[in-house]
């Protein structure tokens, strides 16, 4: 048990890690099309899983395949770094332009440098006097909202935020939910009655990651027919969640389960992909690494607590259901309730991530019209 927990310690410090420098190099070495780049690295942590399974089966069609899939977990990603230090660490010296995020900001700098405090403010799209009329919901959009992007923030300064908090609050109530789903959907099968189709159901849940990570560069491919900003884009990502689990809520079909399914992968996906870009593009590039990390702090503490009421809320309807069922050494729970609580409870959180992310999209619009515009000037220049 010690040694199990022990690896189970040094695999989960070396994803991060591991994840830490893909998104860093990433925004090192690809500033034009950062977003791209991201979306495809970040994509295929959706569909890894099921690539070693089909390898694992592939190689041995037993049913014993344990050893072999812990082994290749150990040295395909092993090889595939060793093979990858060569070309990061023999690249010819970087002629590329500014990227259009840290042109946009100098730009914006100088710009308010050269305005007088009433113009500044107009360019933020607020005066203290509008701010004075429209009372305690316009204080909350429109106060200390960015200007630019690509500002570098400090560690210090990015927990004073706004705006990190409410994407703190968006991130935790979202993406992290489809994490705990994830994690779930084995028993969550199970209890509906579906324990034939949990494999079919998990590779579904890794399908849908896999596309909605690949949809999260799609603001980029459409900025010339429909430019909106990233975090509107990000919020957009969250509506089919709440929507899932009021269908899980209502219904315990097959098809009910399916769908939900297919909607949290895709939403969660494209969550945990544009995530990365929007901490880039809000605090800073350079930054990234660490202000990301931060970010993703909620996903162990939301793990915990999501999974603690889930497990809390299954056994109290083991203990007062008529429809527990003794399985090996161990009772399950059978039947629509004993999820029910926990599907309303994490539906009313993802509303409560929706409304967050909403905020952060109406503060930070005005620094992505910007740079839009200023790109197109450039572009057209």
């Not at 295929?44 to 290749?72: M, P």
């Not at 503060?363 to 790109?375: K, M, N, S």
């Amino acid at each position: 048990m010690l040694w199990c927990f022990l690896l189970c310690l040094l695999a989960g410090c070396s994803i991060c890690w591991f994840n830490t420098v893909c998104y860093v190099l990433c925004i090192k070495n690809f500033p034009a099309n950062r977003p791209l780049a991201l979306a495809l690295s970040i994509s295929f942590n959706g569909v890894s899983a099921a690539l070693y399974t089909l390898i694992a089966n592939a190689i041995n069609s037993g049913d014993d395949n344990d050893t072999l899939y812990l082994l290749l977990n150990a040295l395909i990603p092993l090889l595939a770094s060793v093979a990858a230090l060569l070309p990061i660490h023999h690249q010819p010296p970087s002629q590329q332009p500014l990227p259009a995020d840290a042109m946009t900001s100098s730009f914006y700098k100088e710009l308010v440098r050269s305005e007088n405090s009433s113009g500044a403010r107009t360019l933020n799209g607020n005066t203290h006097s509008s701010r004075d009329r429209e009372g305690c919901c316009a204080n909350l959009v429109g106060k200390d909202q960015l200007m630019v992007l690509g500002e570098e923030h400090p560690a210090k300064s990015l927990v004073r935020r706004r705006d990190f908090w409410l994407y703190y609050v968006a991130y935790f109530c979202s993406g992290t939910i489809g994490l705990v789903y994830s994690n779930n959907i084995g028993q969550i099968s199970q209890s509906l009655g579906y324990s034939s189709r949990t494999s079919s159901i998990v590779t579904l849940y890794s399908a849908s990651s896999f596309f909605g990570r690949l949809l999260s560069a799609a603001p980029d491919f459409l900025r010339d027919k429909a430019c909106f900003a990233r975090t509107g884009w990000f919020a957009v990502a969250i509506v089919p969640t709440p929507i899932a689990f009021l269908l899980l809520a209502l219904s315990g079909g097959e098809a009910a389960l399916t769908a939900a399914t297919a909607m949290i992968g895709l939403s969660s996906g494209f969550v945990f992909a544009a995530a990365v870009s929007i901490t880039s593009e809000l605090f800073g590039p350079n930054s990234a690494g660490v202000n990301h990390n931060i970010i993703i702090t909620n996903i162990p503490l939301g793990s915990v607590l999501y999974g603690l009421v889930a497990a809390l809320v299954y056994d109290a309807n083991i203990e007062s259901s008529n429809g527990a069922v003794l399985r090996g050494d161990s009772m399950v729970c059978m039947g629509r309730k004993c999820y029910f609580d926990t599907f309303v409870l994490w539906g009313f959180m993802s509303l409560l991530g929706l409304a967050s992310s909403f905020l952060l999209f109406l503060r930070t619009r005005h620094a992505y019209d910007h740079l839009e515009r200023t790109r197109r000037r450039m572009q057209f220049s």
